[in-house]
């Protein structure tokens, strides 16, 4: 292999395709990224590949000799991103002693990589479902309920945010079993699909690991949002590409619990009020349940149309706050983990909000106030003795 | 003690002392800011202190009651900065339940305290030596030696600043044994220290701990440079006064090693060149040589007026990066330790920078060219088989 390229192009390109390397490699190679240079197309493929995400990009690049080789993601990208814009990047490479030289204008570094026969192939839907969507929705829809999937790689599936697609729009969810977030985006394919018959359209759902998601979030904001971005999703796999990227990211296997038979049919308490108010309340009042076990509770003053937020840190110390609220329903005194509200609150693209509840162990959901996303948060209150 | 006072100056204050709070108290009531106020001054005189660093500041504010109390900074800070400042601050406190409760627009918060008594009176020098300095050419004799200091607890006066006054400048040097770095400021107190007789001032040098040290900068840095900062020097201690903040930091016990000696006479080869550019060669060689023990090697080429940086990550890879220098002396090669040369180079204050040396043996140094600045950073070679 030997080339010229841009030290600029070359650089976005490592960023993007490091972000699928893992940081902790199962096999030495998946710490590389793949580069591959083809004569024919003046094309110099980068791909990064942690066997869930996968991210593949090119860069037009004056190519002498078509090669591929593999190199050091971390390292390969902070040399490069460090070196000067002002002249072209001279790239050899040695398949046979597995090293790379490249030459800048103000030096020379080599590289020992790893043989490119070792890395593994990126797998590529070609058949299944196919969609069209704007990158900025489906980034909405992941970034919404993201936070609410869990951490625990035990729990398996509900690592993973859940995918519903219907011919129509997406329904996307998260829950770690103590909270989920919803967010359904209604008739954005059937604008732009390109399904000719939507009615033969069949339901269907899967669900992808948070953890490449965050990675396709980060990539899906800095896309062009006037171009559309093309999904083809065939079993347990989906792929995204647009212009000179591709990005495939494995699905979790098994049927995502049915989220949606945790949902209250009726409520008998609905409160009203500011979100940004009870934000700022929650996070002073959190300042002191951190210190204990992160417990707040809303007690209701329907007389006074408030609402106080409070908590007890024990030998620390106690706070309350007070906040304006329209209310609906019966006095009522509710406990929740303090984190999980602020989560799900600073999603909600409302300047008002709703808390519907029943009681102090029933589910209860926030929800946005005069705006056209169809976003919950359900929220599991703590028991609390008196 | 009950009091009223504003949002922010009362954030502010609390955000200055807490720097000399410790976040490993030996003792709980370290962990805590005390706070008295006085009826008669109208002022809440807040402090910090970990028994080397202590930190003093007040605000106005309406008192109704004197009184005072400790409370735990960090919690206390925390809600306080969290607070709107459209509304005055209510704080009263019971000095025999060590409660304080302090009370805002939107709700009221009860933090436990510890007793004042129990807080260690902050050490007042109110003899000794005293000066006036520019704040800003404190900072600078600081900031241009801390780095060089060790980190290493065990090695008692290397973890802090040596600082020589002789009537009429200061002479900054902080060493760990591998590198040294010294500031003189001359003529600097002369035109604003109090001293009637500067021949009767006898020189002296105190050597006072990095880690409040750097504390100190960040304060010095942000004072208002047209007004000098008062120093007064005593036994074991320097209080710093300046407006409403009093500090005061105590000094390490012992003598400072010589570290003028370190110096050699004369220099067989003398280098010049651009800072900038040495400093991103390094910064690129430093991703490889930080991977294996972050040799670097410097090798002189005087016909071609260049020298050559390199480094050998033995089976990850090798780098070499060319430098156009002016240059006076023999051939030779020296190693360094690269991030030993990144701190260094880092705060020199110089477009050009010199490296005088003799030999791959013995301590290289580092000054600026065309600067008024009186800095030089020596560094002791690594030596090399070849």
Redesign the interface.
């Known amino acids: 292999m030997k080339l010229s390229c841009s030290q600029s192009d070359l650089n976005t390109a490592l960023q993007l395709v490091s972000r699928a390397v893992s940081n902790r490699p199962t096999h030495p190679v998946l710490a590389n990224v793949l580069l591959a240079a083809d004569e024919v197309t003046g094309k110099l493929r980068l791909t990064g590949f942690d066997l869930s995400l996968g991210i593949q990009t090119s860069i037009s690049a004056s190519i002498d000799e078509s090669g591929a080789i593999t190199l050091?993601a971390k390292?390969f990208g902070?040399?490069i991103s460090?070196?000067?814009n002002d002249s072209p990047l001279v790239l050899t490479s040695d398949e046979v002693s597995q090293q790379v030289e490249f030459t800048s204008k103000?030096?020379?570094?080599?590289?020992?990589g790893l043989l490119s026969d070792d890395f593994p192939e990126l797998p590529l839907v070609e058949s299944g479902t196919s969609l069209k969507l704007n990158p900025l929705l489906l980034s909405n829809a992941i970034k919404s309920t993201l936070f609410a999937s869990s951490t625990d790689d035990a729990k398996q599936l509900l690592t993973g945010v859940n995918l519903t697609f219907d011919g129509f729009g997406i329904e996307s969810a998260a829950t770690d079993g103590h909270r989920l977030a919803v967010l359904n985006l209604k008739n954005i394919l059937s604008q732009t699909n390109d399904i000719n018959n939507s009615s033969e359209f069949e339901k269907f759902s899967i669900t992808l690991p948070s953890k490449s998601l965050r990675e396709i979030e980060k990539f899906l904001s800095a896309c062009d949002t006037s171009q559309p971005i093309n999904l083809f999703i065939d079993k347990g796999q989906v792929v995204f590409i647009s212009f000179d990227e591709i990005i495939t990211i494995r699905a979790l296997e098994g049927s995502y619990p049915n989220y949606s038979q945790l949902l209250p049919d009726t409520f008998s308490n609905i409160l009203e009020f500011d979100r940004k108010?009870f934000i700022?309340?929650l996070?002073?009042?959190a300042?002191?349940a951190d210190?204990h076990n992160n417990v707040i509770k809303i007690a209701t003053d329907s007389s006074a149309k408030i609402i106080k937020?409070s908590t007890d840190a024990q030998?620390?110390?106690?706070?309350?706050?007070?906040?304006s609220v329209s209310f609906k329903g019966e006095s009522f005194q509710i406990a929740f983990n303090v984190r999980y509200l602020l989560d799900g609150l600073k999603v909600i693209d409302s300047n008002l909000i709703r808390l519907s509840c029943n009681g102090p162990t029933t589910p209860a959901v926030f929800s946005p106030i005069n705006s056209d996303v169809n976003f919950i948060y359900l929220v599991m209150p703590i028991q609390i003795r008196n």
Chains 1, 2 share one sequence.
């Open positions: 050091p390292l902070e040399i460090k070196l000067s103000s030096g020379t570094y080599q590289v020992r108010e700022a309340s996070e002073r009042i300042v002191l210190q937020i030998d620390i110390g106690t706070g309350f706050e007070s906040l």
